[in-house]
Nanobody, 127 residues
Framework: VQLQASGGGLVQPGDSLTLSCAAS????????IGWFRQAPGKEREGVSVMFSNNGRTYYADSVQGRFTISRDNAKNTVYLQMNSLKPEDTAVYYC?????????????????????WGQGTKVTVSR
């Protein structure tokens, strides 16, 4: 499994940004894909996840209603649409994959469960 995150950048508060996670072929058929972020001096936290078998999605409370996770199976890519960005969204964002058998609605945000990681993409929200 190979993952490559992209799309980060410098934006102003209130702006939108879409991150992409390109996965190796068939990954989306068998693995849940999660988005995580890590701000300087803080622990890595789960932002959102999408399960492959039924498309279930979960979001952290801090991004609920502002962020949307989606996928394009034909492109083997998962997206994270981020709207109404805030300075506290500033972080390095990572995508990760794990077998859905290991995850559920309570632990999806625990980074230690994920076996495969892409490199991070930095998002800075500042005036």
């Amino acid at each position: 499994v190979q993952l490559q995150a992209s799309g980060g950048g410098l934006v102003q508060p209130g702006d939108s940004l879409t991150l992409s996670c390109a996965a190796s072929e068939r990954t989306l058929d068998y693995y849940a894909i999660g988005w995580f972020r890590q701000a300087p001096g803080k622990e890595r936290e789960g932002v959102s996840v999408m399960f492959s078998n039924n498309g279930r999605t979960y979001y952290a409370d801090s991004v609920q209603g502002r962020f949307t996770i989606s996928r394009d199976n034909a492109k083997n890519t998962v997206y994270l649409q981020m709207n109404s960005l805030k300075p506290e969204d500033t972080a390095v964002y990572y995508c990760a994959a794990d077998s859905e058998d290991d995850l559920n609605d309570r632990i999806w945000g625990a980074w230690a469960f994920y076996d495969y990681w892409g490199q991070g993409t930095k998002v800075t929200v500042s005036r």
